[in-house]
């Protein structure tokens, strides 16, 4: 080992300084710095890129890496073209998120809470892998190799493909925390895919810091980094994330990668989320979704969404959300209770709260509510977090649903954002969303007035006996709302709901004639 120089180095912006000091200056991050010792070697100007780029690389990997301008700067005409034939996982809903498979060379970051999965995630993209020709290496330094086993032979993609021997030489298992040896075992099986489960616990010998600290963190991934880009190998580093929620250590790690994505789910609901936070080769807006079986995870196309049971219940909204370029439905749920003035409760999960303060005010302001005295809860049902303004209008509808004791007509799904003046604007992708919500099933779709659709779509939906209608305004869109006795007798259609405000005939339900206390309507 040669000589060593200490530096400080910032956890949170992976800035160095020669000295301590309370607040990094580059970040302003308290109490950040932690010490590094670094290889004075490593820093002379005959080292290769940050990276490793050459360091280690075989005779026939180094003239390749030359060639690209790795080591050799080179005319950028002359960089050879990047063919980025990714590798396709297999599993779709990754992929997707990845935009398209993995891309050799690349490293990859997944971070999540503890026990949502990733380990399992990971086992079932390397089996897929296997079973698609390459070879998976999956270092576990977390669990013992027979412990990864016992997992594998639960999973049911690893089972189909005819459980852990018939995928032969090409999954394998190495318990093992030292960096070094990952890197050289992946070089000799030549590995297509590395997975290490979990970086945090891994280590390089020659760095006295404990495995987890910024510095081995630092170190191994840079060896890790350094590997996929002179082998062409991908890596998948499992990360864990903090209490908050972001991924523990250095913000540095991120920045060393060329792909974060984080697993999400609620822990009492079945659905996980695979986000793109960072991604150096796609987009970030795709997400992949997943539900934890009893044999693994198992993809989803969409979120299933009861949209043809009978009336919905006061409360229920639907709503056509995008993910990517995916459009999910998705259920909103509201509950409005008597509180306090002053100090009425509004919570929300799974949507944006201060969008619910917001619809709120606007209830009160142009559709009459008089809610200052109540809690209001909204929640987005399914473990989907639905944060997008697309969704206002069947917030609004459920929370207004829920006060007046009122229901939506039977399938209906709103979309559209409501402005603060009361009026309903259109949103990005409308037609998509109108598009899935009558493919899977909606007898009724609110839409903004604003709202283009194309001429074909609302044919369809006529021929279909199905009802696009475009309101204006929060006021004309909880006309829409129909009593809950009236909803189970009547049936009465939506365009009749409508069509009796326009002449000016809105009568106010029984249960509204005699205001009750706190339940008031003006207008
Ligand atoms: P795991 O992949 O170990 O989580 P992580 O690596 O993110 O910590 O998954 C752990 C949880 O998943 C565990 O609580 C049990 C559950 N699980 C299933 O429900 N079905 C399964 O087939 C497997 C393997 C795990
Ligand atoms: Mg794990």
């Not at 956890?11 to 670094?38: I, M, T, Y």
């Not at 080179?74 to 993995?102: C, H, K, M, W, Y």
């Not at 070089?187 to 760095?207: E, P």
């Not at 709302?481 to 009568?507: C, I, K, N, Y």
Request: proline share 5%; charged share 25%.
């Amino acid at each position: 080992m040669g000589k060593t120089r200490i530096e400080f180095l910032c956890r949170d912006c992976g800035a160095n300084h020669p000295k301590w000091q309370g607040k990094c200056p580059d970040c302003g991050a308290w109490d950040s710095l932690e010490k590094f010792a670094v290889e004075v070697e490593a820093t002379k100007p005959g080292a290769g890129p940050i990276w490793g780029g050459a360091d280690g690389a075989t005779p026939e990997e180094a003239e390749l890496l030359a060639r690209s301008g790795i080591g050799r700067a080179v005319a950028l005409s002359e960089v050879p073209e990047a063919q980025v034939p990714r590798i396709p996982t297999g599993i779709s809903e990754f992929d997707r998120v990845l935009g398209g498979g993995v891309v050799p060379g690349s490293v990859m970051l997944l971070g999540g809470d503890p026990g949502i999965g990733k380990s399992t995630l990971l086992m079932q993209v390397a089996a897929s892998i296997a079973v698609g020709g390459g070879t998976a290496l999956y270092a576990s330094s977390e669990e013992s190799p027979q412990q990864v086993r016992l997992r594998a032979e639960r999973l049911e993609p690893v089972v189909r493909a005819g459980g852990a021997k018939a995928l032969g030489e090409r999954l394998l298992v190495l318990g093992e925390t030292n960096v070094a040896r990952i890197v050289e075992q992946a070089r000799r099986v030549r590995a297509s895919l590395v997975l290490v489960d979990s970086i945090q616990l891994v280590h390089r010998a020659d760095v006295s810091a404990a495995p987890g600290s910024i510095a081995q963190l630092r170190r191994c991934t840079l060896d890790l980094v350094a590997l996929a880009k002179s082998t062409g190998c991908g890596v998948v580093l499992v990360g864990h994330v903090t209490k908050e929620g972001a991924l523990a250590g250095p913000k540095l790690l991120e920045h060393l990668v060329d792909v974060v994505l984080g697993f999400e789910g609620d822990r009492h609901s079945a659905l996980r989320v695979v986000r793109g936070v960072k991604n150096r080769f796609g987009s970030t807006q795709e997400i992949g979704l997943f539900e934890m079986q009893g044999d693994g995870l198992a993809e989803v196309e969409a979120v299933r969404v009861p949209l043809a049971g009978g009336p919905s219940a006061p409360g229920c909204a639907f709503v056509a959300t995008m993910a990517g370029t995916r459009c999910l439905l998705g259920e909103v749920h509201a509950l409005v209770s008597t509180g306090f003035l002053g100090s009425a409760k509004r919570r929300a999960s799974g949507l944006d709260s201060s969008r619910l303060a917001m619809l709120i005010a606007v209830l009160e302001k142009h559709g009459g509510l008089r809610l200052a005295d109540q809690d209001v809860f909204a929640q987005a049902l399914g473990g989907l977090k639905i944060a997008e303004p697309a969704a206002d209008l069947s917030i609004a509808l459920a929370v207004a649903g829920a006060f007046l004791h009122r229901t939506l007509p039977h399938g209906t799904v709103a979309i559209g954002e409501v402005g603060l003046t009361g009026e309903l604007r259109t949103v990005p992708h409308l037609e998509q969303r109108v598009h899935e919500s009558l493919r899977r099933g909606a007898r009724v779709v609110l839409v903004p007035s604003s709202a283009k659709i194309g001429a074909n779509v609302e044919r369809d939906a006529r021929n279909e006996q199905r009802d696009i209608v475009k309101v204006g305004t929060i006021q004309r869109a909880l006309d829409v709302l129909t009593p809950v006795q009236r909803a189970l007798t009547e049936g009465r259609s939506t365009s009749d709901a409508l069509g009796a405000t326009e002449r000016g005939t809105r009568t106010p339900p029984a249960e509204l004639a005699e205001p009750k206390a706190g339940v008031k309507r003006r207008g």
